[in-house]
């Protein structure tokens, strides 16, 4: 078993490439079913959960083969229609091929995705889209059947902007007879990372990126090639590192205005944010202050998977931040571990407060989910001391390895056998 081994006290500066979006490119990945043909999926990170996706892929069918780091899927031979229990529970977000598959083939069958580390994960609102344009759906036994023989166009209305809800129903109206409309649709850009392959492969959606998506249904569409933009969340972690250590770090080939509620919450806390173009740059000369409550929000608010690298930033500033959890139940597990590096976090339901202490030091911890996992790393390199990260599974959910990447910040931080 592997562990991370951070020692902290560094300085984080220079310059990183940020891999690609991990949320962008789960969608393309059951996108490419939607059609059959050649597909090129660029810039596309190295995950468990695109393994996940890969292993379903082939499941369905489809062939898929890696050509650096763009992964390459031809659907043209996909001729199952059922994602067996096992596959499904590798990866939570895999009930995102559901849409997809009825769209190609009429039928879809798969394990009901249950809850998952962050607090019970529904899928009413997947199934209600589902519904509404025609699709009968069993779900006795833990499995759904779905059956449409014909999917017809719909209105559908969300009842909360679910980023997954969205990516299903875009997904299943392609296979749609007429143009459907979702309304109170996630604003997400990983929309519009959606809509821009589905659009590159002929289909006719409009409209990511606001509340109202239209998708007229049933175009030819033919396989398509999509670059997968940077990925936010890992952007804000490594931002949050440097705020939070000092530092003088810069990224390029980012979107900052995907980021502007975190950067201006760093802002808030003392650092110097400038963005330009495709870059963004930080400076902190690592004393942070206490800043405003942080409430996560469907986007553009402050984004739920960012809200425990902020904590783990703001562990040693001065005062006291209140942060508010609003999209999951469960999702202050890390602060129990950060505790035993001497951090002073009060939890009460949806409500965290961090008190600021003098100094956090070095313990052995175990990510607890992954953007928690993320939160401990960050800890250990302001710790005093050596850190010791476990159940590194989570964090290899969505960091392609966040030792090499912090360690080109100037990070000490190695990956390796707990025994060795
Ligand atoms: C996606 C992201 C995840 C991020 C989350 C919120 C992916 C692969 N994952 O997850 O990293 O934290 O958006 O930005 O893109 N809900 C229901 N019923 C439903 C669907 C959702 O009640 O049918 C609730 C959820 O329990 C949650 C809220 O809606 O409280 C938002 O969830 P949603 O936007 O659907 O998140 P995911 O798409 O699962």
Redesign the pocket.
Known sequence: MQELFVEGGRRLCGELTIQGS??GV?PVLAATIVCAGECRIENCPRLSDVDASVAILRHLGCHTQWEGNALLVDTRQMDRAEVPDALMREMR?SVIFLGAILARQGEAALSYPGGCELG???????LAALRALGAEIDERGGTLRCRADVLTAAEIVLP??????TENAILAACGAEGTSVIYNA?R?P?LAELQAFLNAMGAEVRGAGSSVITVAGKRQLHGGTHRVGADRIVEATYLCAAAACGGDIRFKGVDYRQLSTVTAALEEAGCAVTSEGEQISLRSAGVLRAIRPVRTA?YPGF???AQPALMAALLCSTGSTVFVEN??ENRYRHADELARMGAEIRVAGRVAVVSGVKALHGAAVKSTDLRGGAALVLAGLQAEGETCVSQLEHIDRGYEDVARDLSALGAQIERREKDR
């Open positions: 991990k949320n789960l977000s019970p994960r529904p899928i009413d609102m997947h909360l902007p679910s980023v997954g809800a996630a997400e990983e469907p984004p739920t998977d999209i999951f």
